[in-house]
């Protein structure tokens, strides 16, 4: 059974950083998608950055956090991770690490689409204050 364990959510202040891991097991990531999303009431869940491996990777990144965020993952620790620099007050939000179990081409449109997922994560908090 797929099972995704998210940590590193915490409180900090505006323009400080913070690292999400994502720690996963019994899951095989090739040709598939391995992503961070995240939910607020307001906007709703938002895809935030995406992993995809097939011999060469592809990363994807929702605007909002392109050049602040990055998303990678230790293949030989089972840990994905999402380092978060320069953050806002409007990155406030759930974090949930996320996987498909579908092998795929790795498509841009899909990457940051939580239909194309199916494995989740119990969530992490992250919050930032002025």
């Known amino acids: 059974q797929v099972q995704l364990v998210e940590s590193g959510g915490d409180s900090v202040q505006a323009g400080g950083s913070l690292r999400l891991s994502c720690v996963f097991s019994?899951?095989?990531?090739?040709?598939?998608?391995m992503g961070w999303f995240r939910h607020t009431p307001g906007k709703g869940r938002e895809g935030v950055a995406a992993?995809?491996?097939?011999?060469?990777?592809?990363?994807f990144y929702a605007d909002s956090v392109k050049g602040r965020f990055t998303i990678s993952r230790d293949n030989d620790k089972s840990t994905l991770y999402l380092q978060m620099n320069n953050l806002k007050l409007e990155d406030t939000a759930m974090y949930y690490c996320?996987?498909?179990?579908?092998?795929?081409?790795?498509?841009?449109?899909?990457?940051?689409?939580?239909?194309?997922?199916?494995?989740w994560g119990q969530g992490t908090r992250v919050t930032v204050s002025s």
């Open positions: 996320a996987a498909s179990s579908v092998a795929t081409t790795g498509l841009a449109i899909q990457a940051l689409q939580p239909e194309f997922y199916d494995y």
């Open positions: 019994a899951y095989t990531f090739d040709n598939r998608y």
């Open positions: 992993f995809y491996s097939s011999g060469n990777r592809a990363l």
